[in-house]
Every structure is written in structure tokens, then in C-alpha cells.
């Protein structure tokens, strides 16, 4: 059903018109690999501070007040724009190991985020001027470092999608 649906994408007038454009997809990857430079950068200093890595003495509420609205605008541009990467190309991506496992650590990415927002930041006013946060402050920055990480990573392996585990392949996916 899911390839169904790539499939009845990619013969949709308007995705092979992005996709046949001259420069359409290049722009739509330079715009999404800028804004995912400005997010990584954001979302990286958010969580040296929450590990206590840096930005030790600048208030938590600071951070996020003077940061985080650049943040969600680099998340709505590289949302969108990797949308319409993935629209003007649906069977480049649908078979891409690299891409489904993209796909994956952003719900990682996203479960963790959701998680301290609601949860650990409620109690932010009673150790935002510390300059190491509460274990499971750190932890969650720790995390979202981390899988980050994986996240640009299987982005920019999304290119190489003939590198793919064995297994992949003998799925039938490959």
C-alpha cells in the first residue's frame, strides 16, 4: 500500500515537472541542507547546554528565548523543503534504505524532544542558572545529540543508496 502510494506520486503531473525541472531540486537541497545547518546548529547548542558541554552560565529560559524562534523557522523551511524533494522524487526514495532510516531517527529525535518539553522542562526555573542541569536534563540532551548525529548522516547517505545492508536488499528493497 505505501509503495502504492509512491508510486501514484511519481506519475503526478506536478511531481515530475519539479522533478524534470532544470534547477528545481537543486534549489529545494541547498535551501534544505542550509536550514538543516541552521537547526543542527541550534538544536546542537540546546543540548551542550542542557549536557552541561556549554553555555554553562547562560540561563536555559535565555538559550531557548533567543535561539529557538530561528530554530522553528530552519524546521519549517527544511520540512517543507524536504517534502517537496521527496514529492518530486518519490521511487528514488521509497527504496532507500538511508532514507527510511532518516525517517526513523527523526521519530527518535522528535519522541525525545516531545518528552522533555513535556516533561523535564516543567521544572526548568529550579535549575536553569545552574551550569550542569538535572541528570535526565543532561540525558535528554545527550540523546538528541546523538541521534542528531544520525540524522544528518542518513541524510547525506540518502545520495549513496546502492550502500545498503544485505538484508535490504534481500527484502526486496534494495
Known sequence: MLRALFEWVDVMPSSISLRESLNGYVYLLTAHVVSMGLVAGIIGYWDMRLAGMALKWVPVSKVKSGLFPWMYAGVAVNAFTGFLMLYSQPMRY?????????????????????????????????????????????????????????????????????????????????
Open 94 to 174: 521509497y527504496p532507500n534504505f538511508w532514507f527510511w532510516l532518516k525517517m526513523g531517527l527523526l521519530v527518535v529525535v522528535a519522541a525525545n524532544a516531545a518528552y522533555f518539553h513535556l516533561s523535564i522542562e516543567k521544572t526548568v526555573d529550579e535549575w536553569e542558572h545552574d551550569p550542569v542541569a538535572p541528570f535526565k536534563a543532561r540525558l535528554a540532551g545527550y540523546v538528541s545529540l546523538v541521534f542528531w548525529v544520525g540524522v544528518i548522516t542518513t541524510g547525506r547517505m540518502t545520495a549513496y543508496s546502492g550502500l545498503v545492508p544485505q538484508w535490504w536488499i534481500d527484502l526486496g528493497l534494495g
